[in-house]
């Protein structure tokens, strides 16, 4: 049974840059597809980030992919989330997520660190 943790999030001003991080324990993810969702406050959880399991291949929603950039380190068994130029939209609680079981679907999660961002 794999655990996520997250880390990373806080309240920043418009502009600024978070590094999220997603720690495995419990069994490793080198295997693994690894993905990070978000949730606005009031909205669905929302796709942001997927990689395979060697980071050869990343995909992006639409509204990120010019300013996040998901990477990994299995020997540390985490994932990363680099989100530069924050916008007030890009608030949310961020989620962890492995091994795909659909496109958007996964079997493992984390229980999903903040991100509030101010104008």
């Known amino acids: 049974q794999v655990q996520l943790v997250e880390s990373g999030g806080g309240s920043v001003q418009a502009g600024d840059s978070l590094r999220l991080s997603c720690v495995a324990s419990?069994?490793?993810?080198?295997?693994?597809?690894m993905a990070w969702f978000r949730q606005p406050p009031g909205k669905e959880r929302e796709f942001v980030a997927a990689?395979?399991?060697?980071?050869?291949?990343?995909r992006y929603a639409d509204a990120v992919q010019d300013r996040f950039a998901i990477s990994r380190d299995n020997a540390k068994n985490t994932v990363y989330l680099q989100i530069n130029s924050l916008k007030p939209e890009d608030t949310a609680r961020y989620y962890c997520?492995?091994?795909?079981?659909?496109?958007?679907?996964?079997?493992?999660w984390g229980q999903g660190t903040q991100v509030t961002v101010s104008s």
């Open positions: 997520a492995a091994n795909p079981t659909t496109i958007y679907e996964y079997e493992y």
């Open positions: 990689i395979n399991w060697n980071g050869g291949l990343t």
């Open positions: 419990g069994g490793t993810i080198r295997r693994l597809g």
